[in-house]
């Protein structure tokens, strides 16, 4: 009979979805400050934006969780100005892509009232974005803009990767940063099942190492996240590579000491996207560490991120538009062994065998 004990879990632990962690913070945001709204296409409906909103219009009244027209530059116009005047709107939308017809309110004008007027007046509001790929998206639907946002000073960008993050971050934000945060969350986490502590060290509003490591740096964003630690966990088993993957989380603000002390470590870089590789996050990773030791790197890095097109609807082509589990394994293993490293890959052909099956058309 074995003599080991089982470890049980803390009595604070429990799984919650990354949809019911959403759910729960828009709960708590509405409950705890009469001045938080909520607002946006599909917010009142009986799916909730993929359930985070749900019932929340019939706790709350229609006076603080509404639906909106198809009208995004004036949703965000109002919110604008309702964040002016003392109120904590939160903006939702079901496509990321959506938000390009607001670009004007949010980077010509809620970007820079704190600037413009010497910090005596804040735009403190929360924007979610919804991206990342379904059969059937298509190229106007699949968009993941986070580059694109966090370009603009004046605007933080953060992309969850877990329920913990949404947990720990979204009290932060409502309750206490000063201007508009955008946060941009990967479809295929709505359904994911997460192990969340009240007791756990809490997820930053800046990078933080989700796995450690002494072979491999895998920088990652969002969903490429659980790809990157699906990997580590992979090529330690089958041959003993140690990946440490850390969770860029803020687009906008990353803690990039982090990640240049984790790369003088292992001299290997793979860094995981879920947006194209031009002129976007993979592209800041790079530059930043040139900028700060330009030998921390023994070798290129390795990149992944959605091809170089506008993203095709057909499933067959959409499952090789976007980097597999076997990319990413072979790409830490390239990194740590070079490209003759033998070590048989994955048979995964599409990021959503690991995830989820198509459920419809939304």
């Known amino acids: 009979m074995s003599t080991k004990t089982a470890v049980k879990p803390a009595a604070d632990t429990r799984v919650l979805s990354y949809a019911g962690a959403l759910l729960e913070t828009m709960d708590a945001g509405l409950a705890e400050h009469p001045n938080v709204f909520i607002m946006g296409q599909g917010v009142d409906d009986f799916k909730g934006i993929f359930g985070s909103t749900t019932g929340l219009a019939e706790k709350y009244g229609a006076s603080r969780v509404f639906d909106v027209p198809l009208m995004e530059e004036g949703m965000t116009g109002i919110a604008i100005g309702a964040a002016l005047v003392g109120d904590y709107p939160i903006t939702t939308h079901i496509r990321a892509d959506f938000t390009f017809l607001a670009m004007n309110q949010i980077v010509n004008l809620a970007a820079k009232y704190r600037y413009m007027f010497g910090g005596l007046m804040s735009c403190p509001m929360l924007i979610r974005l919804v991206v990342g790929r379904s059969w059937g998206q298509g190229a106007q639907h699949s968009q993941s803009p986070q580059s694109t946002f966090a370009h603009y000073p004046g605007l933080t960008v953060v992309m969850p990767s877990t329920s913990q993050a949404i947990l720990d971050m979204y009290p932060q934000i409502i309750n206490k940063h000063p201007g508009p945060v955008i946060s941009i969350e990967h479809r295929l986490l709505y359904n994911l099942d997460f192990t969340v502590s009240s007791s756990a060290k809490p997820v930053p509003l800046t990078s933080y190492v989700a796995r450690e490591g002494k072979d491999v740096t895998v920088v990652a964003t969002s969903v490429m996240v659980l790809e990157a630690l699906r990997a580590a966990e992979y090529v330690a088993e089958k041959a003993g590579i140690s990946a440490e993957v850390i969770d860029l989380n803020s687009i906008s603000h990353p803690d990039w000491d982090l990640v240049a002390a984790s790369v003088k470590k292992t001299g290997s870089l793979v860094i995981a996207d879920t947006s194209w590789l031009e002129y976007g996050v993979a592209s800041e990773v790079c530059r930043q560490l040139v900028m700060r030791d330009p030998a921390l790197l023994k070798k290129p890095p390795a990149m992944l991120g959605m091809a170089p097109a506008p993203c095709p609807t057909a499933k067959s082509l959409e499952d090789i538009y976007y980097p597999s589990q076997r990319e990413t394994v072979d790409a830490i293993m390239t990194q740590a062994k070079g490209a003759g ?21 939304f």
Do not use: D, N
């Not at 033998?342 to 459920?359: D, I, N, V």
């Open 341 to 361: 490293h033998g070590l048989a890959l994955p048979t995964e052909k599409s990021m959503t065998e690991g995830y989820k099956r198509f459920r419809g058309p």
